[in-house]
């Protein structure tokens, strides 16, 4: 068979690379280049896997389904073609990266394998219609048209439009019909409204965060950036698609911040610090535990006096600094959409055969990658379902 796969970012790749063991495969990119994107990723070191990759990483508007997409045999049978075509992993707390740490390594293995298995690579092609007439696809781009009998869309999403995925794929899948459940940006700091930010700018630390949505509580705990515009970071990210998602609901959303996540008794903890570093101001006591500038900062929030003493403070007042340090409100502005990693929402799953990816309303069309309703946490998730949906996509390809 004749197969264009539309897209050649990670899962595009990776279909066309699987698929071209039994058929013919034209890969068109809008870009001059293919795998813009994964050039970006793991701050250039490609975090690609996880060893953790199942169902609950990820987010759905059909998450009833992802159970059926994860399934142990998809997730091995990819990792064992990732290891077939030449990936070599570096494995830290569970993430994957290519031994070589480098994003580049990687573009340049796919090229590799492109040419060996004989995919033809069109770049400066962008898909601008698809039509189907009778069993027969007519793919028109910006300078040709091709025929064939499959199409996969791996357009991406409209995080990162530079990369080249600017949404245009969400055109193409309504033109067949497909419903996109609502686009909300995820991996994505905060911007938020308050007056100290300019004073914490900079500021990296150890911190939990307690999103509570309704009543429904989350939780992340790992390094926290303060910026002068609102908060990031992984901990950050990985709540940002629930937040945004809560937000266009009109949800009530409260996040808080513990910056003492060490202890579940910070009265204990302060009171046994005072008395063995007796006499010290309270800001001295914080020294070594809080950055300078966010000590600053939780000081000023909590209306106590830095330079008094523990042992001088009323029980309110010792209750109040306990609640700045460890249920720090923030203020939300918005999820920054242009700075999120990734898109939350697409293609629908149930318009779509979890078994193939093939479409349900029209015959031999499919879809993989970041284009569906799939988006998982930060640590390689979201590569890790590219190659898992362009793994399931090929091999039903092959069938
Ligand atoms: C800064 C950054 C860091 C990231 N880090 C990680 C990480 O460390 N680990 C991880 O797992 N995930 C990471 N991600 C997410 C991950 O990169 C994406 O989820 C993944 O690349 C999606 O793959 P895809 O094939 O679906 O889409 P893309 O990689 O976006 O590829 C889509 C391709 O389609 C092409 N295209 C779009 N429309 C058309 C058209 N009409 N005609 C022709 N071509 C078209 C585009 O040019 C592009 O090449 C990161 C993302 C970003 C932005």
Aim: net charge negative.
């Amino acid at each position: 068979m004749k197969v264009v796969v539309i897209g050649g970012g990670a899962s595009g790749v990776i279909t066309a690379l699987k698929a071209s063991r039994n058929n013919e495969v034209i890969l068109l990119d809008g870009e001059d280049k293919i795998l813009k994107k994964i050039l970006l990723t793991g701050n250039g070191k490609c975090n690609f896997w996880n060893s953790d990759i199942n169902y609950s990483k990820y987010h759905s508007y059909n998450s009833d389904l992802l159970k059926d997409i994860f399934t142990s045999s998809n997730i091995d049978n990819t990792y064992k073609f990732l290891e077939n075509i030449g990936f070599y992993p570096v494995v830290k707390n569970g993430y994957y990266y290519p031994f070589s740490n480098q994003a580049f390594s990687v573009r340049e293995m796919f090229l590799t394998e492109l040419k060996n298995k004989k995919v033809k690579v069109i770049t400066n092609s962008k898909v601008l219609d698809v039509v189907k007439e009778k069993n027969i696809f007519k793919i028109i781009t910006n300078d040709q048209e091709y025929v064939c009998d499959k199409v996969v869309i791996s357009c991406g999403s409209k995080s990162y439009p530079k990369t080249g995925s600017d949404g245009s794929g969400y055109t193409l899948a309504k033109k067949f019909g497909h419903n996109i459940s609502r686009l909300s940006s995820a991996l994505a700091p905060i911007r938020m409204n308050e007056k100290y930010l300019k004073d914490w700018n900079g500021v990296r630390c150890s911190a939990s965060l307690n999103l509570n949505i309704d009543g429904e509580e989350y939780f992340e705990t790992g390094e926290l950036q303060l910026t002068d515009y609102g908060i990031s970071g992984i901990c950050v990210f990985n709540l940002s698609s629930i937040i945004e998602r809560a937000i266009l609901d009109k949800k009530d959303v409260k996040l808080s911040i513990n910056f003492l996540p060490f202890t579940d008794d910070p009265m204990s903890f302060i009171t046994e610090r005072y008395n063995s570093l007796i006499d010290l101001t309270l800001e001295e006591m914080f020294e070594s535990i809080f950055n300078y500038k966010l000590s600053h900062v939780l000081f000023k929030v909590s209306g106590i006096n830095k330079d008094s003493r523990w042992n001088k403070l009323s029980y309110e007042e010792r209750l109040r600094l306990i609640d700045t340090f460890t249920n720090f409100t923030v203020n939300i502005d918005e999820v920054i959409f242009d700075k999120g990693q990734v898109t939350s929402g697409g293609v629908l799953l149930s318009e779509i055969d979890i078994n193939t990816f093939e479409s349900k309303k029209v015959d031999g069309l499919y879809f993989t990658g970041e284009i569906l309703d799939v988006d998982g946490i930060c640590g390689g998730f979201n590569l890790g379902f590219a190659f898992i949906s362009g793994c399931i996509v090929g091999d039903s390809l092959n069938a």
